[in-house]
């Protein structure tokens, strides 16, 4: 790995939401920050900034990340996928974000974006999840606006449509 240096910047080479993409990064950037001010992708909130909220939450590598909390550089030559990359095309919501709206899983929206990343990850991996399972999963995100019951039914709801559909359809349906 090359040896970096703290004051000039680097080229970053990543595949973000099926499309690879280059830039120039100093070191320490953050991952939030390369996905919204050097790539335009702004659907990635930075809220607490210490990893603690999860709602710069992102897939790297088909992990749930924090973003805040990834140098944009650790990500160099990874795939990335971010909120924008879920609706499977324009005008058109995916089962999941379909379930949030149907179950008013959002309010001011700040912490959807990852909560909706990890959900996309988790319910990809386990297609029948209890309501404690995705409890305990969400629990490493903030909502301060939903009490976090319209987002269970609408995740429990996803799992459901999901688990119906065939593979090639499901997450990005």
């Not at 550089?73 to 005008?91: F, W, Y």
């Amino acid at each position: 790995m090359p040896r970096l240096n703290a004051t000039q910047r680097h080229r970053v080479r990543l595949t973000v939401n099926g499309r690879r993409v280059e830039a120039d990064a100093e070191p320490r950037m953050l991952l939030t920050d390369f996905l919204r001010h050097e790539l335009g992708l702004t659907g990635t909130h930075v809220g607490c900034e210490h990893g603690v909220c999860g709602a710069c939450t992102v897939d790297i590598d088909g992990v749930p990340a924090r973003a805040c909390l990834t140098l944009a550089v650790q990500a160099d030559g990874g795939t990335i996928r971010t909120v924008e990359s879920l609706a499977p095309e324009p005008g058109r919501l995916s089962i999941l974000q379909e379930a949030f709206r149907r179950h008013h899983a959002l309010q001011c929206g700040f912490c959807t974006a990852g909560i909706l990343m990890s959900l996309d990850c988790y319910l990809r991996d386990r297609p029948e999840p209890t309501e404690a399972e995705l409890r305990e999963f969400l629990g490493g995100h903030l909502c301060r606006c939903t009490g976090y019951a319209p987002i269970l039914k609408a995740a429990l709801e996803a799992a459901t449509m999901l688990h119906k559909k065939r593979p090639e359809e499901q997450l990005h349906a």
